[in-house]
């Protein structure tokens, strides 16, 4: 049998329900690896207190089985609340704050009989692709811990690379399931708009960018907890419902159309040695009997850029507007909240009208294109992690970035216009060899059969995963 700190969470699963170990010995398992790696890593923040952990899981042994989660720890992205730990969001200013309740998505793993044990570590507010921030300082990448692993779930991607976690939450908003991913060499699914419903608070109508999912080794795992996750939920209007993603899980995938998006026709600039990288990954697809076709940018680049920035500030302003009207408060956001606060609540309506009506167009491009392809591809990041005391690259191949994020511009196609993307790993290079992946991007509502190209992905590509990280 596998390391219990490397086994997948369903054979984790399958041992518990068959009583081959207990709860009680998992959690001692987790909590000795994280002891052992994360002091490193620096993945996990607020861990429980060792006495109540084990008092959990010894309680779990006793307890009638929930579901497939049934003592299985779990750590929770620190955007989240979870019941008695802190949710800082990486602030200074929420860093006493401690969760009364759970967030619906975490209550639904805990109905499955997930057992919480802290928290993932994310950039502040979940701001930026680098998970770095005051309170718990920055998250280190497992196969170089003098390089970034990606965010805003950088602490998750980092925490399932080293086996201190079988499987995670995250969220995205600017690809931070499928950036943190793609460097730390596991699976983050960002999953339909509406599947996995947010909290029901605030505005439920205006922001539809951000959304959580899954994070996990293989793509099994993603389906079984994206099914826990997801669900109608009668208090969100853009709640949806689909037929379960596990069950449909195999590595037999009917013939595959896949449009290669490459460079968006010279719109993105990748660091040296991703697109070699994606060359290599589309000859595996198309030795699995895949039907790869490139194509030209389907819509403009730049007009999907102003769309997104402007909605993007938009949702962000009205979430942190509150905080930022305190002088006392605003001194301790960071510069890129302020950016995003400050253009935000500059727009004026008719800007906001236009973005969706950009967002409008590019949807209805996208969905001619799928009638055509079953799955659009492009790379999960356009540079390799970065150095750790580098806040965001301020340029690629010679070309400035123009903004604190425009580094990940390769990410907003699919999110735009609410799509469900997969990150695939496809190996390591670059200068300092390091990890990357390709984004899979579905239809609307194609989440389960993602999850089966994923799958046969996953099955015919284990050099792709033999090389661990450093711990």
Known sequence: MTELHYETALNLSSLLQRREISALELMRATLARIDAVNGSINAIVSLGETDDL?????????????????????????????????????????????????DIMVRRLKD??????????????????????????????????????????????????????????????MGSLRNPAAWNNVYGMRPSFGLVPSEPSGDLFLHQLATNGPMARNPSDLAALLDTMSGYDPRHPLSVTQAPAYPE????????????LDDWSGAFQYEVGIKGLAQGALKQMSE??????????PFSAEQIWESWITLRSFSISMGLREIYDEPSKRVKLKSAAIYEIERGIGLRALEVHKASEIRSAWFRKAAELFETFDVLVLPSAQVFPFELNLEHPLEINGQAMDTYHRWMEVVIAAGLIGLPTINVPIGFGGANDLPMGLQLIGKRGSDARLLRMARAWHSATNENRERQPLF
Do not use: C
Not at 249 to 260: A, F, L, T, Y
């Open 288 to 297: 699995l009997g895949w039907d790869v076709t490139s194509l030209a940018a």
């Open 54 to 102: 084990l008092a959990l899981a010894s309680a779990a042994d006793l307890q009638p089985r929930k579901g497939w989660l049934h003592g299985i720890p779990i750590a929770i992205k620190d955007l989240a609340n979870a019941s008695g730990y802190p949710t800082t969001m990486g602030s200074p200013l929420f860093v006493d704050t401690v969760a009364a309740t759970d």
């Open 112 to 173: 499955a009989g997930a057992l919480v044990i802290g928290k993932t570590n994310t950039p502040e507010f979940g701001l930026g692709s680098h998970t770095f921030n005051p309170v718990f300082g920055a998250t280190k990448n497992p196969y170089d811990v003098t390089k970034s692993a990606g965010g805003s779930s950088g602490g998750a991607g980092a925490a399932l690379a080293t086996g201190m976690v079988s499987i995670a939450d995250g969220s995205d908003m």
């Open 249 to 260: 899980i195999s590595d037999n995938v009917e013939p595959v159309r896949v449009g290669w």
